[in-house]
């Protein structure tokens, strides 16, 4: 932005405080065919109060112009490294065609939360008075999107070769586990404007954010996956605003009125724990499913959590913000978690729509390792048995459906704190009927707001009440296959998405690919 | 948790682009730590963290925009304070 | 976080109520110390059927039934627990008639037999 012409005289050059305060702030105006406060009408619903808007403090202070100039920039080096990876068949370099799984992982479940992060910064912008909140909102729609379509392109080359990826925006929808994020997200769209900002631009991009694209990118890294490694960063550059909308956005709100801090704590405190409730996704996926490990979930939780989250809330301690209510058991429960999760899809890997494998030797011992006082306590004995299962072509398989939390729609696979060999399981009565958690931390959230959670769309009891089949089945038809139409509904082709990575298509494939005979296959379980 | 230390950090990605920046980082800010991870570089220093846009200029002999990190900015744990000169990352406590 | 919510027909949707299952209620199972089952199954039960049935016609046809320790249940010595309290099952009486009504969570407990290897799992 330097001017090297000599010849005329000096201008003034707007600095930028100055530049920003013009282009965006100034161009702000009260409204005088209508009331503000019919303009924005959503302001009133949750008792927060805001006294000041110009008290938004914007610390990038991105112009629009400014803004596409470096989206393009960062665009313009994605797509080079795409077209490469996609010329020179990049998906070939992948440690092991495993890897891949996390990537189904990835499409099916986070792709269309940040499209519908996208949906929900569009709105929130809309509902916001103050200028310097309502850009970043905008900016942060307009990033969600350009992740959606990096994600979708960066992960449609691997579409051309391995199965599960062809259509994540029906299983989303509909699979199982899916819900769970999903169901996530339809929570905070459906919240009031302050709740979505504390859910999403706080407790998901700020407090939460590292444990979901660290693990996932630095697993890209680790396993050769370049395509992903670069979306990844080029996406993380667009975390760091969303991450500071964050902070700004809860500091804001509690300088804004002392009135304000019971609400926020209480946002907090639900979506924390909506947000951990999630990511057993990712704790899986690090410890049992990249075939070159990067770090535990355990040592995850412990950096990205505890010690970042410990700076953040000592700072935030000033406005008489605590630490979320149960972090502590977030911290025990990090011992378990992983391993709760991946028995979850080994339980029913025949309605998935990815592959999962047993660990190998190499595998437990690091897994040994990095949870010396619960791994081979817990569960090294059950995957010996699975083991032993397989080698008599008994695979286990859990052919039942499974009892769903009401809120965060896990299946209750977590266990008692004192016991990790007893189910937890929490349960209330509301208007007539019962209802069922996984822990107090969802049972917490049901409870204050109950209405909200009674309409819960949990694919257990969907499936039950026959609201899983495509149109036109006919249940009362001779040869009708339940368990085949619920496949159907989900768009999972049994044989081909489902089942152990051992006996695959997407093994046959690699090794066929890589060359690989039977004897020197590089990994077997 | 008030005796865990109250780091800040940034992190950024592992390319040409960013070899000044983090050069600068280290000068201006003789308590950080630099962690080299897979294709990217995390700084840590304790509570604070300046980026002297000068500091940048003088490494690379040419003039800078300091909002360019945008591009290449990872990730990063603090209150930000930008102007046209420099980008301080700190925690008040 | 207090909302002001109009009660009408729609609203709240209840998506779980009784009659959205065509005649049959849900029950939850879950078995401790066995979490190789990872998590309690959902049955779909009809609501006069009788905790005999459950057991004898129901239960073998389950995932539970995959368990080593499956066979070597002593069905006399069972303890169970309907809500997290102990709870004394009538054989010959309907679900619903003890209290077992939809989307009621049973556990069960099998004294001496602690799964795979007496590791819980």
Same mark, same amino acid.
């Given at each position: 932005?330097?001017?090297f012409?000599?010849?005329?005289?000096? =201008?003034?050059?707007?600095?930028?405080k100055?530049?920003?305060?013009?282009?965006?702030?100034?161009?702000?105006?009260?409204?005088?065919?209508?009331?503000?406060? *019919?303009?924005?009408?959503?302001l009133?619903?949750?008792?927060?109060?805001? %006294? +000041?808007?110009? *008290?938004?403090?914007?610390?990038?202070?991105?112009?629009?112009?400014?803004?596409?100039?470096?989206q393009?920039?960062?665009?313009?080096k994605?797509?080079?490294?795409?077209?490469?990876?996609?010329?020179?068949?990049?998906?070939?370099?992948?440690s092991?065609?495993?890897?891949?799984?996390?990537?189904?992982?990835?499409?099916?479940?986070?792709?269309?939360?940040?499209?519908?992060?996208?949906?929900l910064?569009?709105?929130?912008?809309?509902?916001?008075?103050?200028?310097?909140?309502?850009?970043?909102?905008?900016?942060?729609?307009?990033?969600?999107?350009?992740h959606?379509?990096?994600?979708?392109?960066?992960?449609?080359?691997?579409?051309?070769?391995?199965?599960?990826?062809?259509?994540?925006r029906?299983?989303? +929808?509909?699979?199982?586990?899916?819900?769970?994020? *999903?169901?996530?997200?339809?929570?905070?769209?459906?919240?009031?404007?302050?709740e979505?900002?504390?859910?999403i631009?706080?407790?998901?991009?700020?407090?939460?954010?590292?444990?979901?694209?660290?693990?996932?990118?630095?697993?890209?890294?680790?396993?050769?996956?370049?395509?992903?490694?670069?979306?990844?960063?080029?996406?993380?550059?667009?975390e760091?605003?969303?991450?500071?909308?964050?902070?700004?956005c809860?500091?804001?709100?509690?300088?804004?009125?002392?009135?304000?801090?019971?609400?926020i704590?209480?946002?907090?405190?639900?979506?924390?724990?909506?947000?951990?409730?999630?990511?057993?996704l990712?704790?899986?996926?690090?410890?049992?499913?990249?075939? *070159?490990k990067?770090?535990?979930?355990?040592?995850?939780?412990?950096?990205?959590?505890?010690?970042?989250?410990?700076s953040?809330?000592?700072?935030?301690?000033?406005?008489?913000?605590?630490?979320?209510?149960?972090?502590?058991?977030?911290?025990?429960e990090?011992? %378990?978690?992983?391993?709760? =999760?991946?028995?979850?899809?080994?339980?029913?890997?025949?309605?998935?729509?990815? %592959?999962?494998?047993?660990?190998?030797?190499?595998?437990?011992?690091?897994?040994?390792?990095?949870?010396?006082?619960?791994?081979?306590?817990?569960?090294?004995?059950?995957?010996?048995?699975y083991?032993?299962?397989?080698a008599?072509?008994k695979?286990?398989?859990? +052919?039942?459906?499974?009892?769903l939390?009401?809120?965060?729609?896990?299946?209750?696979?977590?266990?008692?704190?004192?016991?990790?060999?007893?189910i937890? %399981?929490?349960?209330?009565?509301?208007?007539?009927?019962?209802?069922h958690f996984?822990?107090d931390?969802?049972?917490?959230?049901?409870?204050?707001?109950?209405?909200?959670?009674?309409?819960?769309?949990?694919?257990?009891?969907?499936?039950?009440?026959?609201?899983?089949?495509?149109?036109?089945?006919?249940?009362?038809?001779?040869?009708?296959?339940?368990?085949?139409?619920?496949?159907?509904?989900?768009?999972?082709?049994?044989g081909?998405?489902?089942?152990?990575?051992?006996?695959s298509?997407?093994?046959?494939?690699?090794?066929?690919?890589?060359g690989?005979?039977?004897?020197?296959?590089?990994?077997?379980? | 948790?008030?005796?865990?230390?109250?780091?800040v950090?940034m992190?950024?990605?592992?390319?040409?682009?960013?070899?000044?920046?983090?050069?600068?980082?280290?000068?201006d800010?003789?308590?950080?730590?630099?962690?080299?991870?897979?294709?990217?570089?995390?700084?840590?220093a304790?509570?604070?963290?300046?980026?002297?846009?000068?500091?940048?200029?003088?490494?690379?002999?040419?003039?800078w925009?300091?909002?360019?990190?945008?591009?290449?900015?990872?990730?990063?744990?603090?209150?930000?304070?930008?102007?046209?000169?420099e980008?301080i990352?700190?925690?008040?406590? | 976080?207090?909302?002001?919510t109009?009660?009408?027909?729609?609203?709240? $949707?209840?998506?779980?109520?009784?009659?959205?299952?065509h005649?049959?209620?849900?029950?939850?199972?879950?078995?401790?110390h066995?979490?190789?089952?990872?998590?309690?199954?959902?049955?779909?039960v009809? #609501?006069?059927?009788?905790f005999?049935? $459950?057991?004898?016609?129901?239960l /073998?046809?389950?995932?539970?039934?995959?368990? /080593?320790?499956?066979?070597?249940?002593?069905?006399?010595?069972?303890e169970?627990?309907?809500?997290?309290? #102990?709870?004394? /099952?009538? #054989?010959?009486?309907?679900?619903?008639?003890?209290? $077992?009504?939809?989307?009621?969570?049973?556990?069960?407990?099998?004294?001496? $037999?602690?799964?795979?290897?007496?590791?819980?799992?």
């Amino acid at each position: 932005m330097t001017n090297f012409a000599t010849s005329k005289p000096p =201008v003034h050059k707007m600095n930028l405080k100055e530049k920003y305060g013009l282009m965006t702030r100034d161009l702000a105006w009260e409204t005088s065919y209508q009331p503000m406060d *019919k303009v924005f009408d959503q302001l009133g619903l949750e008792g927060i109060k805001i %006294h +000041d808007w110009d *008290k938004w403090e914007d610390p990038f202070r991105l112009t629009m112009d400014a803004y596409w100039k470096y989206q393009a920039e960062k665009e313009r080096k994605l797509y080079a490294v795409l077209d490469a990876f996609q010329q020179n068949n990049g998906q070939m370099n992948i440690s092991d065609a495993r890897y891949v799984n996390t990537l189904k992982l990835f499409l099916t479940g986070i792709t269309p939360a940040e499209y519908n992060a996208h949906r929900l910064f569009a709105m929130l912008g809309r509902q916001f008075p103050g200028a310097g909140a309502a850009i970043a909102c905008q900016m942060q729609a307009a990033d969600e999107l350009r992740h959606v379509q990096t994600q979708i392109h960066s992960i449609s080359q691997y579409n051309k070769y391995f199965n599960g990826l062809g259509d994540h925006r029906v299983m989303n +929808d509909r699979l199982w586990y899916l819900s769970t994020p *999903k169901s996530f997200f339809e929570d905070a769209i459906s919240s009031g404007p302050f709740e979505q900002m504390i859910a999403i631009s706080f407790a998901l991009e700020y407090l939460l954010t590292n444990l979901v694209f660290m693990p996932f990118m630095s697993g890209a890294a680790y396993n050769g996956d370049m395509a992903t490694v670069t979306f990844g960063f080029s996406s993380q550059s667009d975390e760091a605003r969303h991450m500071t909308l964050g902070l700004e956005c809860i500091k804001f709100v509690l300088e804004q009125d002392p009135g304000n801090l019971e609400i926020i704590q209480g946002y907090l405190d639900k979506w924390f724990w909506r947000g951990y409730k999630v990511l057993g996704l990712v704790a899986m996926m690090l410890d049992y499913m990249l075939p *070159k490990k990067v770090m535990s979930w355990k040592e995850a939780w412990q950096i990205y959590f505890v010690q970042n989250g410990g700076s953040l809330f000592n700072d935030l301690s000033r406005y008489g913000l605590r630490l979320p209510k149960y972090w502590e058991q977030t911290v025990a429960e990090a011992e %378990h978690l992983s391993h709760q =999760v991946w028995n979850n899809f080994y339980n029913f890997t025949g309605a998935a729509a990815m %592959h999962v494998w047993l660990p190998s030797d190499e595998d437990m011992e690091w897994l040994s390792a990095k949870y010396p006082d619960t791994f081979d306590k817990h569960y090294r004995p059950r995957i010996e048995h699975y083991r032993e299962l397989e080698a008599q072509g008994k695979r286990y398989y859990n +052919d039942n459906l499974p009892m769903l939390c009401q809120v965060c729609q896990v299946a209750l696979i977590s266990t008692k704190m004192d016991d990790p060999t007893k189910i937890s %399981h929490r349960e209330l009565d509301h208007d007539g009927e019962k209802y069922h958690f996984c822990s107090d931390g969802c049972r917490d959230i049901f409870q204050a707001q109950p209405d909200k959670y009674v309409s819960a769309w949990l694919p257990a009891h969907q499936i039950m009440q026959g609201n899983c089949f495509e149109p036109g089945v006919d249940p009362e038809a001779s040869g009708f296959d339940a368990m085949a139409e619920v496949m159907k509904y989900f768009h999972v082709t049994p044989g081909q998405d489902n089942m152990d990575y051992k006996g695959s298509v997407d093994e046959r494939n690699w090794n066929e690919w890589k060359g690989f005979t039977k004897d020197s296959e590089t990994k077997s379980s | 948790m008030s005796e865990i230390q109250s780091t800040v950090f940034m992190a950024l990605q592992t390319n040409d682009d960013t070899r000044p920046i983090i050069e600068a980082l280290e000068r201006d800010n003789p308590t950080a730590v630099v962690n080299y991870l897979p294709a990217m570089v995390k700084i840590d220093a304790p509570g604070r963290l300046v980026l002297k846009r000068s500091t940048v200029e003088e490494i690379m002999g040419m003039a800078w925009d300091l909002q360019s990190i945008n591009i290449n900015l990872i990730s990063l744990s603090g209150n930000v304070e930008e102007t046209d000169d420099e980008m301080i990352l700190h925690w008040n406590r | 976080m207090e909302t002001i919510t109009k009660k009408s027909e729609h609203f709240p $949707l209840v998506r779980d109520r009784l009659k959205n299952f065509h005649g049959k209620q849900v029950l939850y199972v879950s078995w401790d110390h066995h979490t190789m089952i990872c998590a309690p199954i959902a049955l779909l039960v009809e #609501p006069d059927m009788t905790f005999g049935e $459950l057991v004898q016609q129901i239960l /073998p046809g389950t995932a539970f039934a995959k368990h /080593p320790d499956y066979s070597r249940i002593d069905w006399a010595k069972v303890e169970w627990l309907s809500s997290d309290h #102990p709870f004394i /099952p009538r #054989p010959s009486t309907a679900l619903l008639a003890q209290g $077992l009504g939809h989307k009621s969570f049973v556990r069960m407990r099998t004294p001496g $037999l602690n799964g795979i290897a007496g590791t819980g799992c």
